[in-house]
């Protein structure tokens, strides 16, 4: 008997019943090739779609910051939009102890404050790490206004403009600097889940210069903001995946510091070779040495490097790699490199001026765990496209698995004839 008339005009009741389930399961693998999976809005009782954990995260830089002014509520959103995994943000605070992101201590480069001739009293010049913040104007050294000598309304009168001149410029003076639980909300009312990964920012500076009414100091207020929206939980557990958060710092005592308060998942960022750490002045050699790796592993779950100090870069060409990622990964420590650029001028002669050739080379070759980027959506591009070619190969192995089936099938069915 045909298949066909088996399946329609079948008149034994029990025998199509017992096969029914095997017709069913044919028909839909004939027809999709894929495996039953729910839909990802259907999981978990109709919650969001959860972060994706199976390839590098894509953590967007300051938002999709290549595109709109960074650290603002459009260039997160933006972010998101685009497919971003985490959402990044520098965290400092205000006069008045509010924290916000933004990513330098002074005003002048990245907000509209020269416009504002009420605040041109407000210049100073500090030390951070030892070096005085000065801006140079035609061999000149000027004050800059410095962040922690305004308080939050004041701040909310800025408006945001793209730090670089390269970069499109038509939404300078349009959005306004954001704070620390601003930024969250963006992440907590996307339609997916998307995870955060604030940084804790100069906080030697901070606590030298900004000082809470209960004692408390930069890192505390941090911590107690996240946990004030129930941010919680250890890398990849069940309060994690649902409101995913990566802690870094380029401070380790921040990061011990914390470590006490909150379980969330730590990154130490490391800067350039010839920089040392902000608050214990150790040398870059000395923190990616085995025995250090094997120290901060007791309170991070990962590293955040420079990305040129991984591979070390020569007249613009990329030299032959480090073994520091490997020792990482030795240490069960993730790698999240930074910062990734699609403009020419960033973009080493190896990859032929193609930032999909770099995402490839850092992924594939190098074998990164997450990166930060500039340009979220052609990150996101990338990992989509080569998660395509992926799928089509498991959907040829698909094919040949309903093929089998099939035949298994017509086998049992040939038994009854």
């Not at 000065?134 to 962040?147: H, M, P």
Request: glycine share 6%.
């Amino acid at each position: 008997m045909p298949l066909s008339s088996f399946i329609f005009f079948s008149s034994d009741v029990c025998f199509f019943a017992g096969f029914a389930p095997f017709v069913f399961l044919f028909l839909v693998i004939g027809c999709t090739a894929r495996p039953f999976y729910p839909l990802p809005n259907k999981v978990d009782g109709g919650s969001r779609k959860p972060l994706q954990t199976f390839r590098p995260y894509n953590i967007a830089h300051r938002g999709s910051n290549g595109e709109i002014p960074e650290e603002t509520s459009a260039a997160y959103t933006k972010a998101i939009e685009e497919g971003a995994d985490f959402i990044e943000a520098d965290i400092l605070s205000s006069k008045d102890g509010v924290l916000i992101c933004f990513h330098d201590v002074y005003l002048d480069d990245t907000t509209d404050i020269a416009n504002h001739k009420e605040f041109a009293d407000r210049k100073r010049t500090y030390e951070v790490q030892g070096e005085n913040i000065t801006g140079f104007f035609t061999g000149r050294v000027a004050k800059l206004a410095i962040l922690f000598d305004f308080t939050l309304k004041e701040l909310k009168s800025l408006r945001v403009r793209q730090r670089y001149k390269y970069r499109d410029q038509q939404f300078n003076g349009k959005f306004q600097i954001i704070t620390f639980e601003e930024f969250i909300n963006i992440a907590l009312d996307a339609p997916r889940v998307v995870g955060i990964y604030p940084e804790i920012k100069n906080p030697v500076f901070i606590n030298q210069h900004v000082k809470w009414s209960d004692g408390k100091r930069f890192e505390d207020k941090f911590v107690e903001t996240l946990q004030k929206y129930g941010l919680k939980g250890s890398y990849l557990s069940k309060n994690w995946r649902r409101q995913p958060v990566f802690i870094q710092s380029f401070a380790p005592t921040s990061l011990v510091y914390i470590a006490n308060k909150t379980d969330l998942p730590k990154i130490f960022l490391i800067d350039d070779v010839d920089i040392p750490t902000q608050d214990t002045n150790q040398s870059y050699w000395e923190i990616t040495s085995d025995e250090y790796l094997n120290y901060i592993k007791q309170y991070v779950v990962g590293i955040g490097p420079w990305k040129d100090t991984l591979v070390p870069v020569v007249n613009n060409y990329m030299a032959t790699p480090t073994d520091i990622v490997s020792r990482a990964h030795a240490h069960n420590l993730q790698v999240h490199p930074y910062t990734y650029r699609n403009e020419n001028i960033f973009l080493h002669f190896n990859f032929s001026q193609d930032p999909y050739l770099e995402y490839d080379y850092w992924i594939n070759k190098i074998g990164v765990d997450g990166l930060f980027t500039d340009f979220t959506g052609s990150l996101h591009r990338f990992q989509e496209w080569t998660s395509k070619q992926q799928d089509d190969d498991d959907d040829d192995d698909d094919d040949d698995d309903a093929s089998k089936l099939l035949h298994k099938i017509a086998l049992l069915l040939s038994s009854y004839n």
